[in-house]
């Protein structure tokens, strides 16, 4: 009886170190990818997205999740969200477009990164690859 709890102790530790993994892939604050003007941020836990900004052509696409109620970063760092943006051209808000974002956070020679792609009706398909923001930034 005792080895079976051992053996399910011992999954139950490994089970943790697993979901913790993927917080230490996705570190948190804002990541950016300036070529696309790209801007993400990650919550402080490291396991949802907070926000999404995108420039295409001449206005902003953004989106803001509450608190804990972000898309989830699941197993080996992927993530993403379907879902509607609001589009910002000229300082005015306009009607809300879906956007698709999806991707995953990797170490690439030692440094964290995020590649995916960018999806909307009006932009042409994007593959971007962000990296943290310098401090101060977003």
Do not use: Y
Request: with cysteine.
């Amino acid at each position: 009886m005792t080895s079976i709890r051992r053996s399910l102790f011992a999954l139950v530790v490994i089970a943790a170190l697993v979901a913790t993994s993927v917080a230490l892939a996705a570190k948190p604050g804002d990541w950016q990818d300036k070529k696309h003007g790209l801007t993400f941020g990650v919550s402080t836990n490291g396991k949802r997205l907070t926000f999404i900004d995108w420039t295409c052509k001449d206005e902003t696409l953004a989106k803001g999740f509450k608190p804990g109620k972000g898309p989830k970063i699941r197993r080996r760092g992927r993530f993403s969200f379907e879902g509607k943006a609001l589009p910002f051209k000229n300082g005015g808000p306009g009607e809300p477009r879906k956007i698709e974002i999806s991707g995953r956070f990797r170490k690439r020679n030692g440094k964290p990164r995020a590649v995916g792609t960018l999806d909307t009706k009006g932009c042409r398909d994007v593959k971007f690859r962000a990296k943290p923001a310098p401090a101060g930034q977003g």
